[in-house]
């Protein structure tokens, strides 16, 4: 930070006390605990590289639940940023937001041109597995598709985070040794195996692209939770680009075949390979150029469906238990219960990183703690008919996979429920359970990495 950079944050301070001391009855020590609290944020955020001003924001949005006047004041300072960064960006941020824009641009363009550099050796995008060679290349994207572009957006957090050359180095590491696993081990072309590789290798590549976005500071707990803040808010910039994307290629077919043009090759082949890859560099700059005044989107969709899912798993174990009915095991049942449980363990982790843990427990938080227990009890059944059905039938790729990820997720509710339980009783702090999530990051990446690397021996490769 410059000597500039810090008169205005001590003006912008100053301007906040200013009106949160409108407050007859405030007490002044009150002011400074804020104010300390206030610093801090920013101080972490600017770490994880937003500008003073959107750090400031922020920081000031998240102790509006500490300070009903803090929360006026920042609604009435996100227009006047709102306006600077939409409508007219300040002169002095233009040229630094405008080399950014423009290094994510680059990024993006390369990242859809790497996804077609193999079909220069004959390894095309088509999926077609009818003609000769179709059913190589698709074994080929599948395992490589993360690999061709993940790189792209690691180096973008490495150069916006000015990384170290040595940070650089460990943060290529996992994308060399992933390369070389993925296209060196004698995958079954369509086997368990290979798809498992394929599904879990860009979790683990996800979790290393947080080091470049943590500059390296992975360790940090803050710095992993902003991380975890991104990675929600870049899926929905993601949905939506996709959204939109689909509705341009859907206009795009309709325009060319009212000419009498088939242009549905030149979609499938280019437009979507390329739209799909360039898309994670934006929607990551996107994140990090708007992320003070959307900040709490994430959130904000957190709360609406958190008693949503809540109400579905209880009405799901009534059911169960009404009837009696137990859990079919087969392939698509045990993705569609891994994927429940993971969004449940998503709706507590964005729920955590929008709270501030110095604010008392509400009714919120009971509710996520019904949620957490019930997504718990839902697990336990799911275990139980995996392991009947292992007992029964014997081991295969994926129903060791999926008992694996359900006892990691096993673990991470029950940790879960036990915090939040002493902390709606008043018994532990909130800090306790974000450092739970936070610290448990680290286990989903080794065992997606087990996967990847482990399980093609274990089962022969099939």
């Known amino acids: 930070m410059t000597h500039g950079d810090g008169q205005m944050l001590e003006e912008r301070i100053a301007e906040w006390r200013s009106y949160v001391r409108r407050r007859e009855a405030i007490d002044p020590a009150d002011v400074d605990e804020l104010e300390d609290h206030l610093r801090s944020q920013v101080a972490s955020l600017e770490e994880a590289g937003l500008a003073e001003d959107e750090a400031f924001l922020i920081a000031v949005k998240r102790i509006g639940a500490l300070d009903t006047l803090s929360d006026e004041f920042a609604r ?37 041109v790497a996804i077609k550099i193999p079909a220069l050796f004959g390894v095309t995008f088509d999926t077609n597995t009818a003609h000769a060679g179709g059913a190589a290349n698709e074994s080929f994207y599948i395992r490589n598709f993360s690999l061709l572009v993940l790189p792209f957006l690691a180096g973008f957090f490495a150069w916006k985070r000015k990384l170290a050359p040595r940070g650089r180095y460990w943060l290529a590491a996992p994308f060399v040794a992933a390369a070389l696993v993925m296209n060196l081990i004698p995958f079954t072309m369509g086997g368990y195996t290979e798809s498992l590789a394929a599904i879990h290798l860009p979790i683990a590549l996800w979790l290393a692209v947080g080091f470049g976005y943590a500059a390296g500071a992975w360790h940090d707990h803050d710095r992993r939770m902003n991380y975890v803040r991104f990675s929600g808010e870049w899926f929905i910039y993601y949905a939506l680009i996709a959204l939109g994307g689909g509705v341009l290629i859907g206009f795009t077919v309709l325009l060319f075949s009212a000419i009498g043009l088939k242009v549905e090759l030149l979609v499938n082949n280019w437009i979507l390979p390329c739209g799909i890859a360039g898309a ?13 005044v959307i900040e709490n989107m994430a959130p904000v969709l957190t709360m609406l469906f958190t008693p949503l899912f809540t109400l579905l798993l209880l009405a799901f174990l009534v059911t169960m238990v009404a009837t009696g009915s137990a859990i079919a095991v087969d392939r698509k049942v045990l993705i569609g219960f891994d994927l429940l449980l993971v969004l449940v ?17 509400r009714f919120f938080d009971t509710l996520q703690l019904i949620l957490v227990v019930c997504a718990l009890l839902v697990d336990a059944v799911a ?13 295969s790729p994926n129903k060791v996979a999926a008992l694996g990820e359900n006892i990691i997720l096993l673990v991470n509710l029950a940790g879960s429920a036990v915090l939040y339980a002493r902390f709606v009783a008043g018994r532990a702090p909130f800090a306790a359970l974000e450092r739970w999530q936070t610290a448990y990051l680290p286990v989903y990446a080794v065992w997606a990495s087990v996967v990847v690397v ?9």
């Open 76 to 112: 009435e300072y996100s227009e006047r940023l709102w306006k600077r960064l939409v409508v007219a960006p300040a002169a002095e941020d233009s040229g630094e937001g405008r080399r950014e824009a423009l290094v994510a641009l680059a990024l993006a363009v390369a990242a859809a």
């Open 280 to 292: 994670v560099i934006i929607g990551a700059w996107l994140v990090e150029a708007k992320q003070s």
């Open 345 to 361: 363990v998503g709706l507590i982790l964005y729920a955590i990183s929008a709270r501030d843990d110095r604010t008392e427990p």
């Open 383 to 395: 275990l139980w008919a995996i392991a009947a059905r292992i007992s029964e039938f014997g081991f």
């Open 454 to 462: 482990i399980f093609p021996f274990v089962f022969r490769f099939q």
